[in-house]
């Protein structure tokens, strides 16, 4: 069974508007870490957010937010007020086992989701 | 965030010949690093992991004596694809871990190689 399922291959959004991008993730281990980058066309990979599975509170950075429901395993990165720069292909990952201080578990990632703004 | 280093961004190598990557953590001590490998259009696939000091440990299905990983720092990791094919064509990234302050892995820009 795929661990990261992102169901989105590719995803075009009007400037301006949310989009919300679906990831779920199978795992038995109860710690493990949810992450979402983004990688412009240039390749390099953006962190833009992160969710322990012990946090209480869905997580938030600036413009984005994880939908993070639990018992469903989602993770579901949300993007307000989408911008023309936020084109580019955005990867779900997970790491599993017991989180350290240092990030030195692997991570597996999704097979992403292209998303394009439309003007 | 902590930043990492790859070199170089980008390299055509003749069939048969081997190529060498760097990874460099600039402002931290990566304990871990980890290489991916991507195809056009798809996910990073993890190679290998390693830690300072001992022998990576690969993926299933990697081959650790075509693609060689030394982490003899702990701000320099090398991936050197011996014996290079056209079928190694691929992006190659790394990313790094450890006393950043941070829980997370920090990504170098990638590494793009073409076999000719």
């Known amino acids: 069974a795929q661990k990261i399922t992102q169901t989105q291959p590719g995803m075009f959004v009007q400037e301006k508007e949310a989009v919300t991008l679906d990831c779920t993730y199978d795992?038995?281990?109860?710690?493990?870490?949810l992450f979402w980058y983004k990688q412009p066309s240039s390749g390099e990979m953006i962190f833009l957010i992160y969710?322990?599975?012990?946090?209480?509170q869905n997580a938030t950075e600036g413009r984005y937010s994880l939908n993070f429901q639990k018992a469903r395993k989602s993770a579901n990165l949300v993007i307000s007020a989408s911008q023309l720069g936020d084109s580019a292909m955005y990867f779900c990952?997970?790491?599993?086992?017991?989180?350290?201080?240092?990030?030195?578990?692997?991570?597996?990632f999704g097979t992403g989701t292209r998303l394009t703004i439309i003007p | 965030g902590a930043v990492v280093s790859q070199h170089p961004s980008r390299v055509i190598c003749k069939s048969g010949t081997s190529v060498k990557i760097e990874c460099r953590s600039l402002?931290?001590?990566?304990?871990?690093m980890f290489w991916y490998r991507q195809f056009p259009k798809k996910s990073l696939m993890l190679m290998a992991t390693s830690n300072e000091g001992s022998k990576a440990t690969y993926e299933q299905g990697v081959e650790k004596d075509k693609f060689l990983i030394n982490h003899a720092s702990l701000t320099l990791s090398t991936l050197t694809v011996t014996s290079a094919h056209p079928e190694d064509s691929s992006f190659y990234i790394c990313?790094?871990?450890?006393?950043?302050?941070?829980?997370?892995?920090?990504f170098g820009p990638g590494t793009r190689l073409t076999v000719l």
């Open positions: 795992t038995s281990d109860p710690s493990y870490g």
């Open positions: 969710q322990g599975s012990y946090d209480q």
């Open positions: 990313s790094a871990a450890g006393t950043s302050g941070s829980n997370e892995q920090f």
């Open positions: 990952a997970m790491r599993e086992g017991i989180i350290s201080n240092f990030g030195n578990e692997k991570l597996t």
């Open positions: 402002d931290f001590q990566a304990t871990t």
